[in-house]
């Protein structure tokens, strides 16, 4: 390591609480789908700011939008009638079938909110003692204590919390019966992600999609999918669960949403959007006005430039090099996993030395599971780029099998 990467290193650690296991890299600016570090090395970006830079690093247009609308307002707070607000809402309700929006500040915020949509409709609107939010194991949904708790997964990521709030059921991925089983008369919704990411990059089979809107219908339950990873065009479509054919009651999206700025949004029909009302739920800085403005332009490139169609071609393009590897060493490549560029690499053992080993070909990906390379590129990733981190990928497996 250089002495720039030791003398910042050190640094944070006398400033910043140790809650993070950082990668070995200080990155000092990025652009497109490169990172560069306080060397000047070249890094390709295979992780995005974890699917959120899904436009690529430091794109001039949202720029312009972002200081043009600095310099008109920055923030006033909810309290008063904002225009940029209303242009995003506008345009992101014109992306899917929910009939409302409330913005908040992050993923997890998002989750409280649904969480919180979901009971107070049940109470107020349906006048029935329904507060249960059933979830799936190894879902992640955040890191608040309510969206922990909802976090199908254990271990250090619970570990001290205690108490943690009641009124999570998590059931085995996959198991209907289980899922019929934990439904009872306070059960509120069924919360779930199309496409598990820190989960591993795992699709729901598209029958068990069904069975659960089947289950949430004949119950009187609500739907809510947590589209904080997969949405904003990442899978191949706006919202991973239009690939499902389905109308969720609520989702949540966040990461994408303005391309590297905080932003999260609870989206719903506009029946379940009874359920909150002033004063019953808020935020200071949620759809401010320099975030709303850059998130609008995001929704219009997305849109204008066919961004889902785009990620569904490179997400083909990249399976198809990762099967002709998987030829060449089946002994550690075991399959792929995902949709679009949600895409992930499963190994059959090495995970860790792996994910290493790119990192020191200069290529960033993250490693889900101990065993899941996880890929969520910039949309705009090249083919030249997915060759560039095939070829890096088959170095490093060469190496680790020598």
């Avoid at 720029?63 to 904002?82: C, D, G, I, P, T």
Wanted: proline share 4%; net charge negative.
């Amino acid at each position: 390591m250089s002495d720039k990467f030791e003398a910042i290193k050190e640094r944070e650690s006398n400033l910043l609480c140790h809650t993070y296991g950082r990668y070995p890299l200080a990155v000092s600016r990025a652009k497109d789908c490169r990172l560069y570090d306080l060397d000047g090395n070249e890094y390709l970006d295979f992780l995005a700011g974890i699917a959120v830079c899904s436009l690529g690093h430091s794109r001039e247009d949202l720029a312009e939008v972002m200081a043009e609308q600095a310099r008109k307002m920055v923030h006033v707070s909810n309290l008063f009638y904002q225009e940029p607000q209303l242009d995003l809402a506008e345009k992101l309700l014109s992306t899917c079938a929910a009939g409302k929006v409330f913005f908040c500040n992050s993923g997890a915020e998002a989750n409280e909110g649904a969480i919180k949509l979901a009971r107070k409709y049940m109470h107020t609107v349906r006048n029935e003692d329904r507060h249960e939010i059933i979830t799936l194991e190894k879902s992640f949904h955040g890191r608040t204590l309510s969206t922990l708790t909802a976090t199908g997964q254990y271990g250090p990521i619970k570990d001290g919390f205690n108490p943690l709030p009641e009124g999570f059921v998590t059931v085995p991925f996959g198991n209907v019966n289980a899922l019929r089983g934990a439904i009872n008369a306070h059960t509120a919704a069924i919360m779930i992600e199309m496409v598990q990411g820190e989960g591993g990059v795992r699709p729901l089979p598209t029958d068990y999609v069904n069975d659960i809107v089947a289950l949430c219908k004949e119950n009187g339950i609500l739907l809510i999918v947590d589209e904080v990873q997969t949405g904003v065009c990442r899978t191949g479509r706006y919202w991973a669960h239009q690939h499902y054919g389905i109308t969720p009651d609520i989702f949540t999206s966040a990461k994408a949403l303005a391309n590297g700025l905080p932003m999260g949004a609870v989206l719903c029909t506009d029946e379940v959007a009874k359920g909150f009302t002033p004063g019953s739920h808020a935020t200071t800085f949620g759809g401010g006005a320099v975030v709303s403005a850059v998130a609008a332009k995001v929704v219009d490139i997305m849109l204008g430039e066919k961004m889902a169609e785009r990620a569904l071609k490179m997400g083909a393009f990249l399976r198809e090099q990762v099967a002709k590897l998987k030829e060449k060493h089946p002994e550690i490549i075991a399959g792929t996993r995902g949709l679009g560029l949600l895409f992930g690499i499963e190994l059959a053992k090495n995970g860790p030395e792996v994910w290493k080993g790119l990192l020191e070909h200069k290529v960033v990906c993250n490693l889900a599971q101990g065993t899941i390379l996880r890929l969520v590129p910039p949309l705009t990733v090249t083919e030249d780029d997915i060759l560039a981190f095939m070829q890096a990928l088959d170095d490093v497996l060469a190496s680790v099998e020598g």
